[in-house]
């Protein structure tokens, strides 16, 4: 006999719509996986969504033999802006194996080693503008992220400058802010309503980022350059197993996507800071490592490794934070076999053809993992405390193949920018009794975190 899943109670037809709160989808998720543990579901206009929250039942779901990418509700929204791109592509779709083959290459530790000194050359500009602040002025840290997040994925992938760090801001972050917020909220709402109502906002974000995209394009057309970057790799090569290019739409999409997907990099380093001044003892010891092995000298992308404990603090950040806050998984289809699929040997049943969450918020904290699992400790991120923890705590980057495509860029940019602003700011936080409360949509950030930044005092 199976347990049943545990399920809010909800309103007659309506199910539980109100369970969930469509402006912060992923804060109810996260109330609702502190009340029922390791596994929960709703019902919203018919559709069941079963939601896993412990880190016994998620390395169940990891378990690529049984499991994969479940493509839907938001992820198939927001296929409006990019198609069948390697993060919103079928299963099925020909497609992720071309974009995936063509695109890899570019994002490999070797490859994005090369791009360390634009990284850096980035996160200066935005150290030496907080610098430059008057020290009492507040600021929201995540919307300088922000900038020089795109300021540095455009710049190393796409071989362009858009001088948006401290000029006005550029128009594909409130692009890419309106079309995920649509994709997340359309599926909560009346088709109708989506079209009458709510279509015009997805659209016009749609069209920037696509001309965002076009106009790199056209500029690589009009200037020859030598950079074998990933602009020049979508636009050139081919996927060595099918012999297929990707077409001019489909340059666009995965153009498009990266920024997207890199967007959650910014919101983990916000809640790092907050973590940091939170911490001021983990802080100590970032600023103690990063004088002994960096010293007065250059920041040099062989630095990087030897930064133990700021790669802790890294880790730890992408396990507090959840800043990719979740993943959608479906079992594989056995044809002809519908029986339910068991999870935790048998406890519970769900459908064959079931979606499922994972919430990271749930499984990052999980106390049969973590002792004082809401504590920061970059410690317990380091050398074999690290190896030793069970490998689906350590998702922050997804899953399989469908795990992040830009992780080894994320880790680069997250360890160099975390490591200037340890080394050269000093944060005050505006208000000291700040509690992190996130929102978001495809990743999730502190909202009103404010802070005042200042060169750090010797
Ligand atoms: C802290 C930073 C980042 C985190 C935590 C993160 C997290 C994730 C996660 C959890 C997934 C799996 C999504 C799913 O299963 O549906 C994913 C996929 C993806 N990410 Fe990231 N990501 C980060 C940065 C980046 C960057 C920098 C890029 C691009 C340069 C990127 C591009 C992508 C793409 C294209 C996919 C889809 C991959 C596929 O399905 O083949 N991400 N990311």
Known sequence: MSTPIPQPPGVPLLGNLFDVDPNNTWWSLKTLAEKYGEIFQIKVFGHRIVFVASAALAEELCDQKRFRKYVGGPVVEIRYTVHDSLFTAFDHEESWGVAHHIIAPQLTPDAITGHFGEVLQCAEELVAKWQGLDPEKRIRPLDDLNRLNLEATTLTLFGKKLNSINGPEHPMIQAMEDSTSEAIKRPTRPKLLNWLVHGGKLKKATKTMRAFAAELVKDRQEHASDRHDMLWAM??????????????????????????????????????????????????????????????????????????????????????????????????????????????????????????????????????????????????MVGEAFEQLPASVKKWFGNGKRECIGKHWAWEFLMVVMTKLIQDVDFEAVDPNYQLKQDGWFNIRPIDFFAKVKPRSR
């Open 235 to 380: 636009m050139n090569a081919k996927d060595p197993e099918t012999g297929k290019a990707l077409t001019e739409s489909q340059v666009i999409d995965e153009i498009v996507t990266m920024p997207i997907g890199s967007s959650t990099a910014p919101c983990a380093i916000a809640a790092g800071i907050l973590f940091l001044l939170q911490n001021p003892d983990a802080l100590a010891k970032a600023r103690d490592e990063i004088d002994a092995v960096i010293g007065d000298g250059p920041f040099t992308s062989e630095h990087v490794s030897q930064l133990h404990y700021v790669a802790g603090l890294v880790r730890e950040t992408l396990r507090l934070s959840c800043a990719a806050p979740g993943f959608n998984i479906e079992p594989i289809p056995k044809p002809g076999d519908e029986s339910p699929v068991l999870l935790g040997g048998g406890k519970y049943q769900v459908a064959h053809n079931q979606a499922l969450i994972l919430v990271l918020a749930g499984v990052n904290r999980d106390p049969a993992v973590f002792d004082e699992p809401l504590a920061f400790r970059p410690e317990r």
